[in-house]
C-alpha cells in the first residue's frame, strides 16, 4: 500500500521531539550516501575510458537500466512490505542510482556544472523549506496539475520540436520538482505549520522522494546546460 499520511494532530508521532530528530537524520543520512554513490558513478562514467568505451558500444546496457530503475522506484512506491524490509530497500535504493550511465551523452564539463547548479538549488530550497510558514503539502493536488501540464507540454516539444521550447520546458520543469522539493522536505519534517506528515517508518519511501526530486533537477539543469552550449 502506499504509505500514510497523516494529519498534523497533537497526538501523532511527530508530537515526540526525538522520534522527528531520529527521523529526518535518517532520512538525510540516506539520501547523503546515494548522492555520495551517484556523483562516484558519474565521475566513472565521465573520466574512466574503457568504461565510458564499453558503454557506448554496448547501448543496450543503458536502456536496461533505466528500466530496472524505473520497475524499482514503482516497486518501493507501491509495496511497503518491501521498502521496509532491511537490507532489500538499500539495495533497491543503491541500484536506483545506476540510472547515470546516461551522463555519457553529455559534456564532462557541462555536467560538472549541472552538478554545481543542483547542489546550489537543493541546498536554498531545503532551507526555504525548512524555515518558510508557507505549508506546500496542503497543494499536493495543485502540484500534481501542474506536473501533468509540463508532460503534456513535453508531448507537444516532441512535435514541434524546437531547442528553445526545449530550453522552456526544462526551465518550467527546473522550478516545478524545486518545489515538489519543498513540498516533500515539509512532508518529512511535519510540524504545526504542515498540514500533511510522512510516517517515520517510511524514511526509505521519503529518502526516495528527495533523491528522485534532485536527480530530476540534475538531468533538467543539464539539458538547458547542454542547450545553451
Given at each position: 500500500?502506499?504509505?500514510?499520511?497523516?494529519?498534523?494532530?497533537?497526538?501523532?508521532?511527530?508530537?515526540?521531539?526525538?522520534?522527528?530528530?531520529?527521523?529526518?537524520?535518517?532520512?538525510?543520512?540516506?539520501?547523503?550516501?546515494?548522492?555520495?554513490?551517484?556523483?562516484?558513478?558519474?565521475?566513472?562514467?565521465?573520466?574512466?575510458?574503457?568504461?565510458?568505451?564499453?558503454?557506448?558500444?554496448?547501448?543496450?546496457?543503458?536502456?536496461?537500466?533505466?528500466?530496472?530503475?524505473?520497475?524499482?522506484?514503482?516497486?518501493?512506491?507501491?509495496?511497503?512490505?518491501?521498502?521496509?524490509?532491511?537490507?532489500?530497500?538499500?539495495?533497491?535504493?543503491?541500484?536506483?542510482?545506476?540510472?547515470?550511465?546516461?551522463?555519457?551523452?553529455?559534456?564532462?564539463?557541462?555536467?560538472?556544472?549541472?552538478?554545481?547548479?543542483?547542489?546550489?538549488?537543493?541546498?536554498?530550497?531545503?532551507?526555504?523549506?525548512?524555515?518558510?510558514?508557507?505549508?506546500?503539502?496542503?497543494?499536493?493536488?495543485?502540484?500534481?496539475?501542474?506536473?501533468?501540464?509540463?508532460?503534456?507540454?513535453?508531448?507537444?516539444?516532441?512535435?514541434?520540436?524546437?531547442?528553445?521550447?526545449?530550453?522552456?520546458?526544462?526551465?518550467?520543469g527546473t522550478v516545478l520538482f524545486s518545489l515538489y522539493l519543498v513540498l516533500d522536505t515539509q512532508l518529512i519534517l511535519g510540524g504545526k505549520h504542515r498540514k500533511y506528515e510522512i510516517s517515520p517508518e517510511e524514511y526509505v519511501f521519503a529518502a526516495l522522494n528527495l533523491y528522485l526530486d534532485i536527480v530530476t533537477l540534475f538531468l533538467l539543469l543539464l539539458q538547458i546546460i547542454n542547450f545553451c552550449r
Amino acid at each position: 500500500a502506499p504509505p500514510v499520511y497523516t494529519y498534523n494532530a497533537e497526538e501523532t508521532d511527530f508530537s515526540v521531539a526525538t522520534i522527528r530528530r531520529g527521523f529526518v537524520r535518517k532520512v538525510y543520512l540516506t539520501l547523503m550516501v546515494q548522492l555520495l554513490f551517484t556523483v562516484g558513478i558519474i565521475c566513472a562514467f565521465l573520466y574512466w575510458n574503457t568504461l565510458k568505451t564499453w558503454v557506448r558500444e554496448n547501448y543496450w546496457f543503458s536502456y536496461s537500466m533505466m528500466s530496472v530503475v524505473v520497475v524499482l522506484i514503482v516497486v518501493l512506491s507501491c509495496c511497503d512490505n518491501i521498502r521496509r524490509q532491511v537490507p532489500l530497500n538499500f539495495m533497491a535504493l543503491g541500484f536506483i542510482c545506476l540510472i547515470f550511465p546516461l551522463c555519457r551523452y553529455f559534456n564532462a564539463e557541462a555536467v560538472l556544472w549541472a552538478v554545481g547548479a543542483t547542489a546550489l538549488v537543493s541546498f536554498g530550497m531545503s532551507l526555504f523549506a525548512m524555515q518558510s510558514k508557507w505549508d506546500f503539502t496542503a497543494g499536493a493536488g495543485c502540484m500534481w496539475a501542474l506536473a501533468w501540464s509540463l508532460f503534456t507540454f513535453l508531448l507537444m516539444c516532441a512535435i514541434i520540436r524546437s531547442q528553445y521550447l526545449y530550453i522552456f520546458y526544462a526551465y518550467l520543469g527546473t522550478v516545478l520538482f524545486s518545489l515538489y522539493l519543498v513540498l516533500d522536505t515539509q512532508l518529512i519534517l511535519g510540524g504545526k505549520h504542515r498540514k500533511y506528515e510522512i510516517s517515520p517508518e517510511e524514511y526509505v519511501f521519503a529518502a526516495l522522494n528527495l533523491y528522485l526530486d534532485i536527480v530530476t533537477l540534475f538531468l533538467l539543469l543539464l539539458q538547458i546546460i547542454n542547450f545553451c552550449r
